[in-house]
């Protein structure tokens, strides 16, 4: 095996793919990126078992061949080498990589031992527009469960196509997000849960300006987003998946129309006092045409208020500040609708004029101050 490539996008692939090489199984074949050359290209691939990154890139290939090389010795090489070509001779598995006045021998890993990637064939093909895709990911992945305490299911984000539509589901057990958005798509109902880690890694990639599309491959228990030269591969989550349109309250009794970075900027005033925010919540006082915030920690006491529009019933509820924060933050509107069904029901925070997204906040029991 015998190839030279460009160093600068060699070093940014190696740099892509290793993403996906396990840290965690000391399996010397998946701790390395596989690399396979054809007739005038490189592959690129990083896999752990679970999930996957390939890519290919322009290459001229004297001997075509196959090779794994440890993941973070490659990186380092790639990243120290002077911009240019850079060339690979191989032989078993000695590797020889020599750029300008640098040469060096190290010993790589037979490809033989590389595990096959799993295929997504007869799956359900879809096409998503990149920009859209990127907006609607960042307004749900803040409320997917960081690990399996509870539902292992719920550390992924739910995808849910109908005729038209798809619409992105995050919850964690304290808050929900849902995302819906208009689409071309014309098959039938489906539905698929990806782990966060997966969708992590995918938004690195996705490029938030662009207006192209990502294809899509949904098979049974697999999943691949083909992004311009970037292969992503992950397993799919299975499990009972929360019943959201249950857990969304159906009626309110107080509606607040409100100045989105007003709220944020209030609630941040509180943050310096609060020690632990899972023990120290938020405070808010929603009446008249103001929302007031407070919070009582060993540090201090802060008090607060900026205007709102409030409508129907007073209402005193504690929230856990981040939660709230997360919400507000990837509301991505001047203004948003909060409902309240009183002290001991989950707040709904919405666009004002429309229902592209909807995040749902569970409030935290309120001890007497006095």
């Keep these: 095996m015998k190839f030279s490539c460009n160093t600068k996008k060699l070093s940014e692939a190696c740099s892509n793919v290793m993403r996906a090489v396990s840290t965690k199984v000391t399996i010397p074949t998946i701790e390395g990126i596989l690399m396979e050359c054809g007739s005038d290209t490189l592959s690129l691939t990083g896999f752990d078992f679970e999930f996957g990154i390939n890519t290919t890139l322009d290459a001229n290939v004297v001997e075509p061949g196959a090779i794994v090389i440890k993941a973070k010795v490659l990186s380092d090489i790639i990243r120290k080498l002077p911009d240019g070509s850079v060339t690979f001779e191989v032989s078993g598995v000695s590797v020889t990589i020599i750029s300008g006045a640098s040469q060096y021998n190290i010993t790589g890993i037979s490809a033989d031992d590389y595990p096959e990637l799993p295929s997504v064939s007869g799956g359900y093909p879809l096409f998503l527009n990149q920009k859209m895709l990127q907006k609607m990911i ?31 589901i995050g919850v964690d057990g304290y808050r929900l997000a849902v995302c819906t958005e208009s689409v071309k798509y014309d098959g039938e109902d489906i539905n698929f849960i990806v782990p966060k880690k997966t969708i992590r890694e995918l938004i690195k990639i996705i490029d938030p300006e662009s207006e192209s599309d990502i294809s ?64 120290n919540p938020i405070r808010c006082l929603f009446e008249g045409d103001e929302m007031r915030v407070s919070t009582v920690s060993a540090l201090g006491r802060v008090v607060d208020y900026t205007h709102a529009n409030v409508s129907g019933d007073r209402v005193e509820i504690g929230f856990n500040s981040k939660f709230v924060l997360d919400a507000l933050h990837a509301a991505d509107t001047d203004q948003v609708r909060i409902e309240l069904g009183g002290a001991i029901s989950p707040a709904k925070i919405m666009p004002i004029n429309n229902e592209n997204f909807l995040f749902l906040v569970l409030p935290m029991r309120l001890k007497n101050e006095n």
């Design 138 to 168: 960042s307004q749900t992945l803040f409320a997917v469960a960081d690990n399996e305490l509870g539902k292992p299911v719920h550390t992924g984000l739910k995808f849910e196509m109908t005729p038209n539509q798809l619409r992105l």
């Design 216 to 279: 899509i491959s949904v098979g049974r228990r697999h999943i691949v987003f083909d992004i311009d030269n970037y292969s992503i591969i992950s397993r799919l989550l299975d499990g009972d998946f929360l019943d959201y349109k249950a857990a969304i309250p159906k009626t309110s009794s107080t509606t607040v129309l409100i100045n989105t970075q007003d709220a944020i900027d209030c609630i941040d005033r509180t943050l310096p006092v609060i020690e632990n925010d899972k023990k």
